[in-house]
């Protein structure tokens, strides 16, 4: 398994700003994800991200609205932007590994709240 | 197409006494099936995973499940609740690729 890690790991934010969610990674690893827990709701995945890549979002998530970064193999960003209180959510970075990366480890989520 | 469906959304048992939350799953391919559990205020933490081998997989803290492609069915049990099981339980499941689906979670409850 891999040691991942998130800052910050819970935020209060104001609607209309904007918060960059960081996740690290203790080992250089190739695919990365990005996850939305809504209030007592399950995973959405919304984002699949590579290193020297563009992320690719899935069904209902844009990139203007959830920009990503991902500048090496250790590390990415996730960026909620204009945030809404609909924003409100645990957002979750998880690594890949295997032959198919779909064994995914998680971080321990930033929980957001937008008033 | 894969989807995930966990038949129960809570589930409340007696410390001491067996454990069953119940997944039922549908895929396009031969499916990779895996169960997390979230701690309150933790991160999820992979139970086991199947991934084509022995239809039953053994996973950490006594958790273990069985592959049922006829009934296409991966339900999670442990023989003996200890306190320290209440957490929700997510059944996934991953067709081919690294895309996972959750399941809608349970909420296990485990009473003194």
């Known amino acids: 398994s891999a040691v991942i890690s998130q800052k910050p790991s819970r935020d209060i934010c104001q609607r209309g700003t904007s918060l960059t969610i960081q996740c690290q990674v203790d080992?250089?690893?190739?695919?990365m994800f990005w996850y939305r827990q809504q209030p007592g709701q399950s995973l959405t995945l919304i984002a699949t991200?590579?290193?020297?890549?563009?992320?690719?979002?899935e069904s209902g998530f844009v990139i203007d609205k959830f920009p990503i970064s991902r500048p090496n193999l250790t590390f990415s960003t996730l960026t909620v932007s204009n945030m809404s209180p609909e924003d409100s959510s645990i957002y979750l970075c998880?690594?890949?590994?295997?032959?198919?990366?779909?064994?995914?480890?998680f971080g321990p989520g930033t929980r957001l709240t937008v008033l | 197409a894969q989807s995930v469906t966990q038949l129960d959304s809570h589930v409340s048992v007696s410390e001491g006494t067996p454990v069953l939350l119940r997944c039922n799953y549908s895929?396009?391919?031969?499916?990779?099936l895996f169960w997390y559990v979230q701690h309150p205020n933790k991160g999820l933490q992979l139970l086991l995973k199947?991934?084509?081998?022995?239809?039953l997989v053994k996973g950490i803290n006594g958790f273990e499940a069985e592959f049922k492609k006829s009934e296409t069915s991966f339900h999670l049990t442990k023989p003996s609740a200890h306190m320290s099981d209440a957490a929700e339980y997510f059944c996934?499941?991953?067709?081919?690729?690294?895309?996972?689906?959750f399941g809608g979670g349970t909420r296990l409850m485990v009473k003194p």
């Open positions: 998880s690594v890949g590994r295997g032959s198919t990366y779909n064994e995914q480890f």
């Open positions: 080992s250089q690893v190739t695919m």
């Open positions: 991200a590579n290193q020297g890549s563009e992320a690719t979002y």
């Open positions: 895929s396009s391919y031969s499916p990779s």
């Open positions: 199947y991934t084509s081998a022995a239809t």
């Open positions: 996934v499941v991953s067709s081919g690729g690294n895309m996972l689906t």
